[in-house]
């Protein structure tokens, strides 16, 4: 399952961040995305999946992908307005350098506040959901992006929730990752990918899809 939107606000500075990115064109814009397909699964329009995975992919290209300079859009955006930005919104565009995509266990959930084992990363964080919650329950995992937005950590624009049948084949494959090294956003991207997959082929029994990288069946 895919949980997808935010707030107006955060959508406001994507917007902008997007708008300077395809200044000159979308040819950049559509390798990203090539690439992005490569990484996580290939998503089209009219799928039921596609706005909140188009979501999740504009996220990835404006605040993790390093075009020719080795910089992100976001980082080439603070740099060209560092001089006309206002302080606030140099600060937030700031904190949008250092967002973190991991996955995520629920541990304790108190209103719209969640406490959260980063199952790739190691830790714990107190984090506001403000997303549909569409019966999140304590335990569940999910794949998604951490943001400091207006002084508070925060669950980013799409989620991607993983079954409640599969829980135990995502930890087991997160921990074997995570001895060998693996780096978190490829852990990610796989798990995304398998979640796609189990998506698109609803008949296919999740064991066979939720397998290690090296493993993978489909």
């Known amino acids: 399952m895919i949980i997808g939107s935010m707030d107006v606000s955060y959508e406001d500075y994507i917007e902008r961040l997007q708008q300077y990115a395809t200044r000159e064109g979308?040819?950049?814009?559509?390798?990203?995305?090539?690439?992005?397909?490569?990484?996580?699964?290939?998503?089209?329009?009219?799928?039921?999946?596609?706005?909140t995975r188009m979501r999740m992919f504009l996220d990835w290209y404006l605040l993790d992908r390093r075009g020719h300079a080795d910089i992100t859009?976001?980082?080439?955006?603070?740099?060209?307005?560092?001089?006309t930005l206002d302080d606030a919104d140099r600060k937030q565009f700031e904190h949008l350098t250092v967002t973190l995509r991991s996955v995520f266990k629920i541990v304790r959930m108190r209103g719209d506040s969640l406490l959260l084992d980063d199952l790739a990363g190691g830790g714990q964080w107190l984090a506001r959901w403000i997303l549909p919650t569409v019966?999140?329950?304590?335990?569940?995992?999910?794949?998604?992006?951490?943001?400091?937005?207006?002084?508070?950590?925060?669950?980013?624009?799409?989620?991607?929730?993983?079954?409640?049948?599969?829980?135990?084949?995502?930890?087991?494959?997160?921990?074997?990752?995570?001895?060998?090294?693996?780096?978190?956003?490829?852990?990610?991207?796989?798990?995304?990918?398998?979640?796609?997959?189990?998506?698109?082929?609803?008949?296919?029994?999740?064991?066979?899809?939720?397998?290690?990288?090296?493993?993978?069946?489909?």
Not at 73 to 83: A, G, K, L, M, Q
Not at 194 to 216: E, F, G
């Open 26 to 51: 979308l040819s950049d814009l559509r390798l990203a995305r090539e690439e992005f397909h490569r990484l996580t699964g290939e998503f089209e329009e009219g799928e039921p999946w596609f706005e």
């Open 73 to 83: 859009p976001v980082e080439s955006f603070i740099e060209t307005n560092r001089n």
């Open 135 to 218: 019966g999140i329950k304590k335990n569940d995992i999910l794949n998604s992006r951490m943001v400091l937005f207006d002084g508070t950590v925060t669950i980013g624009r799409g989620a991607v929730l993983h079954p409640r049948e599969a829980l135990e084949s995502v930890e087991r494959i997160v921990a074997r990752a995570y001895r060998e090294e693996m780096p978190a956003r490829q852990i990610v991207d796989h798990l995304d990918k398998m979640r796609l997959k189990l998506d698109r082929y609803s008949n296919v029994k999740i064991r066979h899809v939720y397998q290690y990288p090296d493993d993978a069946l489909l």
